[in-house]
């Protein structure tokens, strides 16, 4: 079944504009045909369609699967790239592969501060439709690394390029724990930002040799996290 999303489902359900034009022109529907519906907390609807017109879509829904908050629960904390284009690629990337929570932060060298949580959000959905996840990633407000770090857990991880002693992520990672990442800016953390994160409990970690962008350093960090949790 073709996947949608709605913040808050109802039934009888009516599909937006949009939503409608892909169901009738895109898909080609008709009534009588079953979609499936996601609020992006765990939910899962089987919807069928009850009336199509050209601009709404009537669905009669039922709830068929609810899904448990993923646990653990990781938490990127990463600098905004000052490329739009490449941001909202991660941004894509990590919805389908299932990170928790997203923490934009803007640091003493991010190179532009400019939040669009609209546009994001919106990268976010369509990847969730895409993937067919049940759980919307948790996208926070940017904010200062300052704001962050003051209120931060202990069990989180630094990635940096600096001197020092650093682990692999892989071999950091707890399995089973919640945790948060951090992934700096073009530039990198500067030596202020990084003690304050070990200030707080944080550990240092390296995620290889190479030096990544931020963007495909922020999926490497997903992934490795995700793969350590395998028994």
């Known amino acids: 079944m073709r996947f949608f ?26 009534e009588g045909d079953l979609l499936a519906l996601t609020d992006g907390v765990g939910r899962i609807y089987e919807g069928k369609i009850e009336r199509l017109e050209k601009r709404s879509c009537i669905l009669k ?11 653990p629960a990781l938490t990127l ?3 905004p790239t000052k490329s739009t284009d490449r941001f909202e690629w991660f941004l894509e990337k990590a919805m389908e592969m299932g990170v928790r929570t ?9 190179e532009r501060k400019l939040e669009k949580a609209d546009r994001w959000r919106r990268v976010l959905i369509s990847a969730l439709k895409q993937s067919q996840q049940a759980w919307l990633v948790d996208l926070r407000p940017a904010c200062s690394w300052e704001s962050w770090i003051s209120e931060a857990p202990a069990s989180g991880f630094i990635a ?21 990442i951090a992934i700096g800016p073009e530039g990198d953390f500067t030596l202020a930002e990084i003690q ?6 944080a550990k240092a970690i390296s995620l290889g040799d190479n030096r990544l ?5 922020g999926l490497v960090a997903i992934q490795t996290f995700l793969l350590a949790q395998a028994p």
Do not use: M, Y
């Not at 999303?5 to 008709?30: C, G, M, W, Y």
């Not at 829904?61 to 646990?71: D, F, Y």
């Open 196 to 201: 304050s994160a070990l200030d707080v409990g």
């Open 5 to 30: 999303f709605a913040s808050q489902i109802n039934d009888p359900h009516v599909l937006d504009a949009d939503e409608t034009k892909h169901v009738a022109r895109v898909l080609r529907a008709k």
């Open 61 to 71: 829904t039922r709830l068929i699967e609810t899904h448990a908050t993923p646990s």
């Open 102 to 110: 997203i923490q934009p932060v803007w640091t003493e060298r991010s």
């Open 213 to 217: 962008r931020t963007e495909t350093a």
């Open 160 to 180: 940096h390029c600096e001197e020092g002693e650093r682990r692999q992520l892989f071999q950091a990672v707890v399995p089973g724990q919640d945790a948060w």
């Open 77 to 79: 904390v990463i600098a």
